[in-house]
């Protein structure tokens, strides 16, 4: 089993920063694929950044040169630092990632989310 756990999530204010974690734990061999994405009301949902095994990393339009995915795989643990915050960046995140279980299989795994608000 595997689980994603997101965190980092809040209110803040438009400028400022925010680190969202996301944890994968359990059968995790290795992270091939992990992807931020966020879901907004009234808004459709958007990939906002995607790292994979060998750290090519894509960006959404939207957040590129404000935002940085990385990872840390001994921790299994995969980072979306946000800067200078905007109030259409509001939404829930959500950490999405393939996920090597045993050294042969993969599973595609999704966390709860975890909401940011930038509000003044």
Not at 42 to 50: Q, S
Not at 55 to 76: L, M
Not at 88 to 98: F, G, I, P, S
Request: aromatic letters at 8%; one cysteine or more; hydrophobic letters at 35%.
């Amino acid at each position: 089993q595997v689980q994603l756990v997101e965190s980092g999530g809040d209110l803040v204010q438009p400028g400022g920063s925010l680190t969202l974690s996301c944890v994968a734990s359990g059968s995790v061999f290795a992270i091939k694929t992990a992807n931020w994405y966020r879901q907004a009301p009234g808004n459709e949902r958007e990939l906002v950044a995607t790292i994979d095994v060998r750290s090519n990393i894509q960006y959404a339009e939207s957040v590129k040169g404000r935002f940085t995915i990385s990872r840390d795989s001994h921790k299994s643990t995969v980072y979306l630092h946000m800067n200078n915050l905007k109030p259409e960046d509001t939404a829930v995140y959500l950490c999405n990632c393939q996920i090597l279980t045993t050294q042969f299989e993969t599973s595609d795994s999704w966390g709860q989310g975890t909401r940011v608000t930038v509000s003044a």
